[in-house]
């Protein structure tokens, strides 16, 4: 079982360019998540899927954005980059109500 | 709306001691509580929860947590600590009365752990 695998690890973006980050989730996992972790922070939660559809989402503007696709797997696109978006961007896949969330290395976004 | 603290930046202690991290939360409905650790560069890797049930909570690596309805606290503890247990280690809350579609985590800043040799 690979886990929750992202890609890529590490990115370097100019400001007001667009970015897009993509999770796989852990096998049989359904639920995708997203959270931002700024340096020194804890994780904050951008927004989850569940069957193709945004569920639940933090308090992000509308620059973030995502999809999920039939196979459960998921993209996170930030357009019009800020150099506040300089992040860990971290996927968690999770199954039932009741379990934990398991999460990915992570995507390490550096905006200049 | 969900919140965690976790008091202390960083936590200090001799190898063999017993180490705890501190937690508390707060939720409107009923906690599911959860310890991740992170290492450098590294995603977050769960150690342990309490959904219900057993206020004492075993976890990975011999960690534990006890949950204090009372004192609304989750504090993570280990009876011997390890070099290889220095990580940040991260609170997280969900509450229970959210949703069923809901699996939004509120962690805390986190608690960096140093055990000394």
């Known amino acids: 079982d690979a886990g929750v695998t992202q890609s890529p690890t590490h990115l370097i973006k100019t400001r007001g360019q667009q970015v897009t980050l993509r999770c796989s989730p852990k096998s049989g996992h359904d639920t995708v998540s997203w959270y931002q972790q700024a340096l020194g922070q804890g994780p904050q939660f951008i927004f989850q899927y569940y069957e193709e559809e945004e569920r639940q989402r933090g308090n992000f503007p509308d620059r973030f954005s995502g999809h999920q696709f039939p196979n459960y797997s998921s993209e996170l696109n930030v357009n019009a980059l800020l150099l506040g978006d300089s992040a860990l961007y971290l996927c968690?896949?999770?199954?039932?109500?009741?379990?934990?969330?398991?999460f990915g290395q992570g995507t390490r976004l550096t905006v200049v | 709306a969900q919140s965690v603290a976790q008091p202390e930046d960083q936590v200090n202690v001799a190898e063999g001691n017993p180490l705890t991290v501190k937690c508390t939360y707060s939720?409107?409905?009923?906690?599911?509580l959860f310890w991740y650790v992170q290492y450098p560069n590294r995603g977050l890797q769960f150690l342990l929860k309490?959904?219900?049930?057993?206020?004492l909570v075993k976890g990975s690596y011999g960690f534990e947590a006890e949950f204090n309805k009372s004192q609304t606290s989750f504090h993570l503890k280990k009876p011997s600590a390890l070099v290889s247990d220095s990580a940040l280690y991260f609170c997280?809350?969900?509450?229970?009365?959210?949703?069923?579609?809901?699996?939004?985590?509120?962690f805390g800043k986190g608690t960096k752990l140093s055990v000394i040799p």
């Open positions: 997280a809350v969900r509450d229970m009365n959210s949703g069923a579609g809901s699996y939004q985590l509120t």
């Open positions: 309490y959904i219900t049930g057993d206020n």
């Open positions: 939720v409107s409905g009923n906690p599911y």
């Open positions: 968690a896949s999770s199954i039932t109500v009741n379990t934990e969330a398991f």
